[in-house]
């Protein structure tokens, strides 16, 4: 009985996040007019106190409330021990349905702490204007915007701060809350980080209106939860930032699957199998905060499917960098990076570009086999790793695609290529079926390869691995071939000579 009932509130669950879009779309509150309306006091306005309340955070008093620091009372500051010449970190939640702060809060405030003994952690709680229905909400992150600035603006008076020193870090709505603090305060603020800017009623409206590069001297964005559902995204989709990154395209994140959410959801934790893809944006950051060490690296792509083939692993011209707090600042705006993660922090892994070019003397009726690489290092081997190709498998052609591995391999020294068959669908079953009582299954199936050269991102190392045994380069249904190194760097392409 316990089982049927959790089941009905999933399938509850499930149905409240698919129809809460459709029915605020019928109420034209998805629409670009109606952000207009609802934001339309440009001066921001300051609320009362007890809406909006700052609390410093110390490195000595682990979950408590925190220090309360009230607008114009100095005596709070001195009290509290605000240190003017250190950094100063704003940490701003977003909507809430609870009512309380959410668990990532504490710890994010934890990982800045010990990243920045000295700095000031400032938690922002707008709980009381963030409990309401979402255009609410919504309408209410101007203002709060607007108390965040008032309050930069007094320290600014009260201690000679300097706003280059300020960081705020927004999540969801947050996000926006921390673009209209950065619009409002007289002066330009160091850095706003958005990790997971809200979506409904942002996507798409200009820039005034939400989150974006003209709010800090430098913002970097996060998106964790792109994917659309009935014309909108939890998630903003657009690019908002100076840098905007997708960690594994901003779409499924590792552990947040399927499966990892039903055996969630058989434990009673139905807030994490929401939040967990919305929510992997803050935990990524929190990871790039406690471990300096194995930090995340993100590639510069024009878009996913390109970084699906690898062939964006490059880091010249300032095309690569860390993800998270140690992110490296640009200029230019809306940088679109892109990245693979681990289902666990730390999330950091390994990135490889593999180019093969496939020989076939036929044009095979099934086009799209199922291969799997292993990859063998002075560290460590891989498992058996499915070939994702954007596209399908091209005949006579070169071939790139990504790999991504949990484990550090050390330098790579051979690479296992396994054909185990046709992925299952009722298209290749019934191919099967003809095969089965027709003809020889592995009739025309059988692929040649002579080498493969991979890319190394994170050490951008480039090598060269040939058959191991020359002779054997063919590859069928259910076997295997070993490609071992057999040189370092790719050789340069050849150029007609032009004759003038």
Request: charged letters at 25%; a negative charge; proline letters at 4%.
């Given at each position: 009985?316990?089982?049927?009932?959790?089941?009905?509130?999933?399938?509850?669950?499930?149905?409240?996040?698919?129809?809460?879009?459709?029915?605020?779309?019928?109420?034209?509150?998805?629409?670009?007019?109606?952000?207009?309306?609802?934001?339309?006091?440009?001066?921001?306005?300051?609320?009362?106190?007890?809406?909006?309340?700052?609390?410093?955070?110390?490195?000595?008093?682990?979950?408590?409330?925190?220090?309360?620091?009230?607008?114009?009372?100095?005596?709070?500051?001195?009290?509290?021990?605000?240190?003017?010449?250190?950094?100063?970190?704003?940490?701003?939640?977003?909507?809430?349905?609870?009512?309380l702060l959410p668990e990532w809060f504490e710890k994010l405030v934890f990982?800045?702490?010990?990243?920045?003994?000295?700095?000031?952690?400032?938690?922002?709680?707008?709980?009381?204007?963030?409990?309401?229905?979402?255009?609410?909400?919504?309408?209410?992150?101007?203002?709060?915007?607007?108390?965040?600035?008032?309050?930069?603006?007094?320290?600014?008076?009260?201690?000679?701060?300097?706003?280059?020193?300020?960081?705020?870090?927004?999540?969801?709505?947050?996000?926006?809350?921390?673009?209209?603090?950065?619009?409002?305060?007289?002066?330009?603020?160091?850095?706003?980080?958005?990790?997971?800017?809200?979506?409904?009623?942002?996507?798409?409206?200009?820039?005034?209106?939400?989150?974006?590069?003209?709010?800090?001297?430098?913002?970097?964005?996060?998106?964790?939860?792109?994917?659309?559902?009935?014309?909108?995204?939890?998630?903003?989709?657009?690019?908002?930032?100076?840098?905007?990154?997708?960690?594994?395209?901003?779409?499924?994140?590792?552990?947040?699957?399927?499966?990892?959410?039903?055996?969630?959801?058989?434990?009673?934790?139905?807030?994490?199998?929401?939040?967990?893809?919305?929510?992997?944006?803050?935990?990524?950051?929190?990871?790039?905060?406690?471990?300096?060490?194995?930090?995340?690296?993100?590639?510069?792509?024009?878009?996913?499917?390109?970084?699906?083939?690898?062939?964006?692993?490059?880091?010249?011209?300032?095309?690569?960098?860390?993800?998270?707090?140690?992110?490296?600042?640009?200029?230019?705006?809306?940088?679109?990076?892109?990245?693979?993660?681990?289902?666990?922090?730390?999330?950091?892994?390994?990135?490889?570009q593999m180019k093969m070019h496939v020989f076939s003397k036929v044009d095979?009726?099934?086009?799209?086999?199922?291969?799997?690489?292993?990859?063998?290092?002075?560290?460590?081997?891989?498992?058996?790793?499915?070939?994702?190709?954007?596209?399908?498998?091209?005949?006579?052609?070169?071939?790139?695609?990504?790999?991504?591995?949990?484990?550090?391999?050390?330098?790579?020294?051979?690479?296992?290529?396994?054909?185990?068959?046709?992925?299952?669908?009722?298209?290749?079953?019934?191919?099967?079926?003809?095969?089965?009582?027709?003809?020889?299954?592995?009739?025309?199936?059988?692929l040649e390869v002579r080498r493969i050269r991979v890319k190394a991102g994170?050490?951008?190392?480039?090598?060269?691995?040939?058959?191991?045994?020359?002779?054997?380069?063919?590859?069928?249904?259910?076997?295997?071939?070993?490609?071992?190194?057999?040189?370092?760097?790719?050789?340069?392409?050849?150029?007609?000579?032009?004759?003038?």
């Open positions: 009985m316990e089982t049927i009932f959790s089941l009905g509130k999933v399938i509850f669950l499930f149905c409240f996040v698919a129809v809460l879009p459709s029915e605020l779309e019928k109420q034209s509150l998805f629409k670009d007019d109606t952000i207009s309306e609802l934001l339309e006091d440009e001066n921001g306005t300051v609320i009362d106190d007890t809406s909006v309340k700052f609390r410093l955070k110390t490195t000595h008093e682990g979950e408590s409330h925190g220090c309360l620091l009230s607008l114009g009372q100095r005596d709070c500051l001195d009290e509290c021990g605000f240190n003017a010449t250190a950094k100063t970190f704003f940490v701003v939640h977003g909507w809430t349905i609870s009512g990982a800045l702490q010990q990243r920045e003994r000295d700095a000031n952690v400032v938690t922002v709680d707008w709980l009381v204007l963030a409990h309401q229905h979402y255009p609410n909400a919504v309408n209410n992150t101007k203002a709060v915007g607007s108390t965040i600035a008032h309050f930069l603006d007094w320290l600014q008076v009260e201690l000679n701060i300097s706003l280059q020193n300020i960081h705020i870090i927004g999540y969801s709505l947050g996000a926006h809350v921390a673009g209209f603090a950065g619009n409002y305060v007289n002066g330009t603020i160091g850095r706003i980080t958005g990790l997971d800017p809200a979506g409904p009623m942002f996507e798409g409206v200009e820039d005034h209106k939400r989150l974006s590069p003209d709010d800090a001297n430098f913002v970097d964005v996060l998106h964790t939860y792109t994917r659309e559902a009935l014309g909108v995204s939890i998630g903003i989709q657009q690019p908002i930032g100076h840098i905007d990154i997708y960690p594994n395209g901003g779409d499924i994140q590792p552990g947040c699957g399927l499966t990892e959410m039903l055996t969630t959801i058989s434990a009673g934790a139905f807030g994490e199998v929401v939040q967990c893809e919305h929510e992997r944006s803050v935990f990524l950051f929190v990871d790039s905060l406690l471990h300096k060490d194995h930090e995340s690296i993100a590639y510069e792509c024009t878009d996913p499917g390109r970084f699906k083939k690898g062939i964006c692993l490059s880091c010249r011209k300032n095309r690569c960098g860390k993800l998270g707090y140690n992110v490296k600042k640009r200029a230019r705006r809306n940088s679109k990076m892109y990245l693979k993660t681990r289902a666990d922090m730390p999330y950091a892994g390994y990135h490889y095979m009726e099934d086009k799209d086999p199922s291969l799997f690489v292993k990859l063998s290092g002075s560290f460590d081997e891989s498992e058996n790793m499915p070939v994702q190709l954007p596209d399908s498998l091209g005949l006579n052609y070169t071939n790139s695609f990504l790999v991504f591995t949990d484990l550090d391999l050390g330098e790579l020294h051979e690479i296992k290529l396994k054909w185990e068959g046709t992925s299952w669908s009722w298209t290749s079953m019934w191919k099967k079926m003809k095969t089965l009582f027709y003809e020889d299954p592995n009739k025309n199936r059988v994170e050490t951008q190392k480039k090598y060269v691995f040939c058959a191991k045994e020359p002779s054997v380069t063919h590859i069928t249904p259910g076997s295997e071939l070993t490609f071992v190194k057999c040189a370092d760097g790719w050789e340069p392409k050849h150029r007609k000579r032009q004759y003038f």
